[in-house]
C-alpha cells in the first residue's frame, strides 16, 4: 500500500473496459473442487510414522499378549510375585503399549480415538496382564464377592448372620440379576476381566476430570495414563467398591465440568479488584465475608441439559448409599467443599447425598450400626488404619518386603508430586481446591478404624485428583524444555514394569488355577446340607459358593478365624465337616509366615492318620478331606439277673 503524504492529492485508478466486462464462468457443477492450500504442519501429520506408528505398535502388542500368556511359567512363584514368572515376551507387550502411547501423543495432530485405543492397549498390558497370563480371577476376595452374588440369587434375600458386608447388597442383587438374566451360573469370566474393564472405565473419568482442570488436548490423556500407572491399590477386581468409584468420578465430573463455577466481581474477574490502581488490598475479613455473600455465577448450559445433569448425579449419590460403606462419605466430603467455596452450581445435591446415606443407615443398615459399630469407629483396642494397613502387613519375606516397601513409597512420591503439581496450579488460577479434593478422603483414616483396606480406598478416592494436579506439575517441567519429554518416556518404561511387580507381588498366595475351582465346586457338591465347609486359611476361592449354607464365617471364636493360625486345636473346636487346602495357603505360610515348605503337608497327614478325617480328594499340595463319622457302638442290654424266687418253710418244720 502506498503511503499518501500530507499536501498531496490522490488519483483514482479505473479498470479498462476490456477489464470491466470480462466474465469469469462458474466451475461445472460436475467439475472436482480446487483442493484446498496446504495447511502448517502438512508434511509432518502425513508421515507415515504419525499415520501408521501408533496402530502398528498397538496391533503388536495385542499380538504378543497370547505368546505371553502360552510362555509364562506360574507353577512356582515365590515372595517376588508375578513379574518374576512372566515371559520376557510379557515385557515387550509392556513397551509396545507405551510406545504406541508416546508416539501418538507426540504426532503433530493426535487423534482422539487412536489415543483412546492406545490407552486401552496399555490397561491390557499393564493391569491386564494377570488376566491375560492366568486362567482364572486372581484375586481371593473376588471370589468371596461371586459367593455372596450367589447366596442372592438363591431367593433374593441377603443372608443375616454371615458379613457386614451384606447390609450393603446394591453390588450383589445387581450382579445376582444379571446374571439370572444372561441364565448363568457362575460368574468366572467376569471376575476373571473384570480389572481392567473397570480400570478403563476409571481411567474415563480421569480423562474428564482433566479436560476440566487442565484443559489441551493432551495432557489430559496423561493423566488418564498417570492414573492407570499409580493404580498399584488393587481395588479394582470384582467389587462394590470398584462400582462406587465410577459413581464418585461421574458425579464429580459433573460437579467440575458442567456445573462448575466460582465467584466473580462484577466484571468477570476473579477475586477482589481494588478501587484503584495501587490502592491498598482490602481486609482480608472483609475479602471473606464479599466471598462469602458474593453468588457463584450460573452455568452456561441451557435448562433441560442441567435438569438431565442434576437428575444424573443425584441418582448417582442415591445409588451410591446401599453399594458401599465408606465411599458416600468421602463424595459428600468433597461436594462441601466444594459449595463452601462456591465452586458447583447444585448445592441441593449436598442435601441429596446426606439424606440418602441418613435414611439407609437408620433404616435398612440399622441392625449394623447397632451391634457392629465397633467395627467403624473401632475399639479402645484396637489399632488404626495406618498401623493395620502397613505396619501389620510389613512381613515375609525378602521379595514380600520390597514389594511392600514399593507400596509406601509410591504413594509418597505420588503426594509431592501433586503438592509440586498444586504450586503450579495455584501460581495459574489461584487455587486450592483440588488439593483439598485430595485430601478430604484422607481424614477418614484418622477419625476412625476401620482395618488395613481403609487406608488402601482412601488413597484411591484422592488419587485421581492427585495424578492431575501431578501431570500440571510435569506439563511445567517440560515446557522449561521440549527436551525434557523424553525423560518422562523413560519414566513410562519405569513406571509400568513397577506396577505390574507392586500389583502382583502377592501372587504366590493369591494365584487361583482351574483345578482349585473345579475342586471346590466338587466339594460343595458333595458336602451334605448344612455342612461347615473351610479352608486351612482364607486363601484361594473356597467360597465361590454356599455361602450362608455351609461357609462359617462368622467362627471366629476362641481365635479360630483361620484354622492355620493353630491348626489342630482349632480344627477339633470349629469341628469343620470338609476342609480345603490349596496350594496357595502352602505358598502363603512359606513366603508370608516363615512356615518351612510342606507345613500343610504335615498337617494333613497327621488329621488323617488320626482317623478324624479321611482324603476324597488328593493332588500336591491340593486337597478335600472329610471328617469321619463316629462309628456307633451299639449297646447291649444287661442281661435278666432276676434272684429265683425261694420259697418260705413249713410252718410244722417237716420237708415239702
Not at 505390574?500 to 475342586?519: C, F, K, P, S
Request: proline letters at 10%.
Amino acid at each position: 500500500m502506498t503511503e499518501v503524504r500530507p499536501g498531496e492529492q490522490t488519483t483514482r485508478v479505473e479498470a479498462s473496459p476490456s477489464e470491466r466486462t470480462q466474465f469469469v464462468p462458474p466451475p461445472a457443477p460436475d467439475a472436482p473442487l480446487p483442493p484446498p492450500p496446504p495447511m502448517p504442519g502438512t508434511a509432518d501429520r502425513l508421515s507415515p510414522l504419525w499415520v501408521w506408528g501408533a496402530p502398528a505398535l498397538a496391533a503388536l502388542a495385542v499380538a504378543v499378549l497370547p505368546l505371553a500368556a502360552a510362555t509364562s511359567d506360574l507353577s512356582d512363584m515365590g515372595g517376588w510375585g508375578l513379574a518374576p514368572a512372566l515371559s520376557p515376551l510379557a515385557w515387550v507387550a509392556v513397551a509396545l503399549a507405551v510406545a504406541c502411547c508416546v508416539v501418538e501423543l507426540w504426532s503433530p495432530r493426535p487423534r482422539i480415538p487412536m489415543l483412546g485405543a492406545a490407552t486401552t492397549v496399555l490397561i491390557l498390558c499393564t493391569t491386564g496382564m494377570p488376566s491375560v497370563v492366568q486362567p482364572q480371577a486372581r484375586f481371593t476376595t473376588a471370589w468371596l464377592i461371586s459367593g455372596f452374588v450367589d447366596a442372592v440369587a438363591g431367593n433374593g434375600v441377603p443372608p443375616t448372620g454371615v458379613d457386614a458386608r451384606f447390609y450393603w447388597p446394591a453390588f450383589f442383587a445387581q450382579w445376582a440379576w444379571f446374571r439370572d438374566a444372561a441364565g448363568a451360573d457362575q460368574l468366572d469370566t467376569i471376575l476373571r476381566w473384570y480389572p481392567p474393564a473397570v480400570v478403563a472405565v476409571w481411567a474415563i473419568g480421569v480423562y474428564a476430570l482433566a479436560r476440566s482442570m487442565l484443559g489441551g488436548t493432551r495432557a489430559p490423556w496423561v493423566a488418564a495414563w498417570l492414573f492407570v500407572g499409580l493404580n498399584w491399590i488393587e481395588q479394582d477386581y470384582f467389587s462394590p467398591q470398584a462400582t462406587a468409584i465410577v459413581l464418585l468420578l461421574t458425579v464429580l465430573t459433573f460437579a467440575l465440568g458442567p456445573l462448575a463455577t466460582r465467584r466473580v466481581d462484577n466484571a468477570g474477574v476473579p477475586g477482589w479488584p481494588r478501587p484503584h490502581r495501587g490502592a491498598p488490598p482490602l481486609p482480608r475479613w472483609r475479602r471473606w465475608l464479599v466471598h462469602a455473600m458474593t453468588p457463584p455465577n450460573l452455568p452456561t448450559l441451557p435448562a433441560r441439559q442441567l435438569l438431565l445433569i442434576y437428575f444424573c448425579a443425584a441418582l448417582c449419590l442415591v445409588a451410591l448409599a446401599p453399594t458401599h460403606q465408606l465411599t458416600p462419605f468421602a463424595i459428600i466430603g468433597q461436594l462441601v467443599v466444594l459449595a463452601i467455596v462456591g465452586r458447583f452450581r447444585g448445592r441441593g445435591l449436598v442435601v441429596v447425598a446426606t439424606l440418602a446415606v441418613t435414611v439407609y443407615v437408620l433404616i435398612a443398615a440399622q441392625d449394623f450400626w447397632m451391634t457392629q459399630i465397633t467395627m467403624i469407629t473401632g475399639s479402645p483396642g484396637d489399632d488404626g488404619a495406618i498401623q493395620a494397613g502397613f505396619f501389620e502387613r510389613l512381613q515375609g519375606d525378602t521379595g514380600q518386603l520390597v514389594v511392600k516397601l514399593l507400596r509406601v513409597v509410591m504413594p509418597g512420591l505420588t503426594w509431592l508430586l501433586a503438592i509440586a503439581g498444586a504450586w503450579v496450579y495455584w501460581k495459574r488460577r489461584r487455587d486450592l481446591v483440588p488439593i483439598a479434593l485430595a485430601g478430604i478422603p484422607m481424614g477418614m483414616a484418622v477419625v476412625q478404624s476401620y482395618g488395613g483396606e481403609l487406608l488402601l480406598r482412601v488413597i484411591l478416592f484422592g488419587l485421581p485428583v492427585l495424578t492431575i494436579l501431578a501431570v500440571d506439575a510435569l506439563r511445567a517441567f517440560v515446557r522449561v524444555d521440549r527436551k525434557r519429554e523424553r525423560l518422562l518416556a523413560a519414566g513410562m518404561l519405569l513406571l509400568f514394569p513397577l506396577l505390574i511387580l507392586i500389583r502382583g507381588g502377592n501372587d504366590a498366595y493369591l494365584d487361583v488355577t482351574t483345578e482349585d475351582v473345579q475342586m471346590t465346586r466338587q466339594a460343595y457338591d458333595q458336602a451334605p446340607p448344612g455342612a461347615t465347609v473351610q479352608p486351612l486359611a482364607t486363601v484361594g476361592p473356597y467360597a465361590l459358593e454356599g455361602v450362608g449354607q455351609h461357609n462359617n464365617m462368622a467362627s471366629g471364636g476362641q481365635g479360630c478365624g483361620i484354622l492355620a493360625s493353630d491348626p489342630f486345636r482349632c480344627i477339633d473346636y470349629v469341628e469343620p465337616q470338609t476342609l480345603l487346602f490349596y496350594k496357595s495357603i502352602e505358598k502363603q505360610g512359606v513366603v508370608l509366615n516363615g512356615e518351612q515348605p510342606g507345613w500343610t503337608l504335615a498337617i494333613r497327614q497327621q488329621l488323617i492318620a488320626s482317623g478324624d478325617y479321611r482324603a476324597t480328594y488328593e493332588n500336591g499340595f491340593n486337597a478335600v478331606l472329610v471328617r469321619n463319622e463316629p462309628v456307633a457302638t451299639p449297646v447291649v442290654p444287661p442281661p435278666d439277673v432276676t434272684p429265683p424266687a425261694v420259697e418260705p418253710p413249713a410252718e410244722d418244720g417237716g420237708t415239702s
